[in-house]
């Protein structure tokens, strides 16, 4: 039975978690501040973290800032927050995902399931990553499907490597830009919607319904094993 410790200061949201994790057979830790939660975490290491931003002693990011600084627990942040820049914030600052209020419960529990479904971060690098009919090998820089090798240019590989390193976390854009092309380039996101399309094309089973290589609008991206 897998953990979850949920941080909100909102009392009908907390119980509304409770009673839908509880009746999926997680089990529910609360807190209603930040300093709870970082108490909560340090004391019975959760599987997941569910964390609000807007709490009444300490800012969310701080305390997102501490749980990552502890573990690699992976952490969803639901905030009212609905900008861009306070998305990709929190995804810098270590956040596996993000969920703007209000929420589909259905949706928050799917992307539970999915951030509880990524290996260890020691462990995430071992096994063979898979796009659609295709296997990819980093190390020696190949693509191999049905129909043989598969032709990456460079900077197609430099952008794969850096989504196959986090698999099941969202990868800013502005970080996919910084590493590939440099700090001058972060706001060139016209380079990444080009190149992510030629990457679908070449791997997906269905590029127009990608399974693996996934689009967050105005976030960033993901690689789902």
Do not use: C
Not at 136 to 158: I, M
């Amino acid at each position: 039975m897998s953990e979850i410790l949920v941080v909100d200061d909102e009392p009908a949201l907390l119980r509304t978690l409770r009673i839908n994790l509880g009746a999926r057979q997680y089990a529910v830790r609360t807190a209603a501040t930040g300093g709870e939660a970082l108490d909560r975490a340090a004391r019975s290491s959760p599987d997941a973290v569910l964390l609000d931003l807007g709490l009444p002693d300490l800012d969310g990011m701080e305390v997102l800032r501490g749980l990552r600084r502890r573990s690699a627990v992976p952490i969803i942040v639901l905030s009212g927050r609905s900008g861009a820049a306070d998305k990709v914030d929190a995804l810098d600052a270590g956040a596996d995902d993000y969920l703007t209020k209000p929420f589909l419960m259905e949706e928050l529990l799917a992307r539970l399931r999915a951030v509880l479904r990524r290996p260890p971060f020691a462990a995430a690098a071992a096994p063979v990553p898979v796009i659609g009919d295709h296997t990819v090998d980093l190390a020696a820089t190949t693509v191999t499907g049905p129909g043989g090798p598969v032709r990456l240019t460079p900077t197609e590989w430099r952008i794969l490597a850096l989504l196959l390193a986090n698999p099941g976390r969202l990868v800013p854009g502005r970080q996919i830009l910084r590493e590939v092309w440099g700090p001058a380039q972060e706001r060139r996101g016209n380079y990444l919607r080009v190149y992510l399309a030629g990457l679908r094309r070449k791997l997906e089973r269905d590029p127009a319904r990608p399974r693996h290589l996934i689009t967050e609008p105005g976030i960033g991206y993901r690689y789902e094993p």
